[in-house]
T-cell receptor, first 112, second 112 residues
Framework: GESVGLHLPTLSVQEGDNSIINCAYS??????FIWYKQESGKGPQFIID?????DKRQGQRVTVLLNKTVKHLSLQIAATQPGDSAVYFC???????????FGQGTTLQVKP | SQTIHQWPATLVQPVGSPLSLECTVE??????LYWYRQAAGRGLQLLFY??????ISSEVPQNLSASRPQDRQFILSSKKLLLSDSGFYLC???????????FGPGTRLTVL
């Protein structure tokens, strides 16, 4: 079956450094991928998405890279700040239903 | 913009009692609506999704049911709660023409 998973459960970085969160997926049928940020006790917050026919997309301080050859997705956060501390989820989706399959999440800890 | 409302924020229920969680949407018409459950320290599991009034698709066999009596209202129910129903329940909505799902604040359910 299809799955979306994360490489590491926890990532600890120093404030000001760049963070890279990785995600692997198994289903090539995903039409797009989304990164969400979830703070403790809250619902996930949309960060950025990328279509499966793209390799890279940039937002404000964030970049998502998609490597379809190895079925790998990454989220890069520039100049990581304490407010970036949260759990980050990748999710793959299809256009026809909009259903998302979520990975298990990576906890990002930012050290001051 | 789209806003998802959920209530209550927290709920403690005894085993065998009924459940009704409500989700309402502001800012869009005819959205796709989703119910997810999140176990502690885990990713989100899709339970139900709906593309319109009265249209419900169930993703996993379980002790729960969903209904959509109005365009912007999505209800999650159970006749008799089990201990395993404990978790963080999230409602999400998406514009039918868009891929991004927006999440509500969630309901923390504890079944004792």
């Amino acid at each position: 079956g299809e799955s979306v998973g994360l490489h590491l459960p926890t990532l600890s970085v120093q404030e000001g450094d760049n963070s890279i969160i990785n995600c692997a997926y198994s289903n090539s049928a995903s039409d797009y991928f989304i990164w969400y940020k979830q703070e403790s006790g809250k619902g996930p917050q949309f960060i950025i998405d990328i279509r499966s026919n793209m390799d890279k997309r940039q937002g404000q301080r964030v970049t998502v890279l998609l490597n379809k050859t190895v079925k790998h997705l990454s989220l890069q956060i520039a100049a990581t700040q304490p407010g970036d501390s949260a759990v980050y989820f990748c999710a793959g989706g299809t256009y026809n239903t909009g259903k998302l399959i979520f990975g298990q999440g990576t906890t990002l800890q930012v050290k001051p | 913009s789209q806003t998802i409302h959920q209530w209550p924020a927290t709920l403690v229920q005894p085993v065998g009692s009924p459940l009704s969680l409500e989700c309402t949407v502001e800012g869009t018409s005819n959205p796709n609506l989703y119910w997810y459950r999140q176990a502690a320290g885990r990713g989100l599991q899709l339970l139900f999704y709906s593309v319109g009034i009265g249209q419900i698709s169930s993703e996993v066999p379980q002790n729960l049911s969903a209904s959509r009596p109005q365009d912007r209202q999505f209800i999650l129910s159970s006749k008799k709660l089990l201990l395993s129903d404990s978790g963080f329940y999230l409602c999400a909505g998406a514009y039918t023409s868009d891929t991004k799902q927006f999440f509500g604040p969630g309901t923390r359910l504890t079944v004792l």
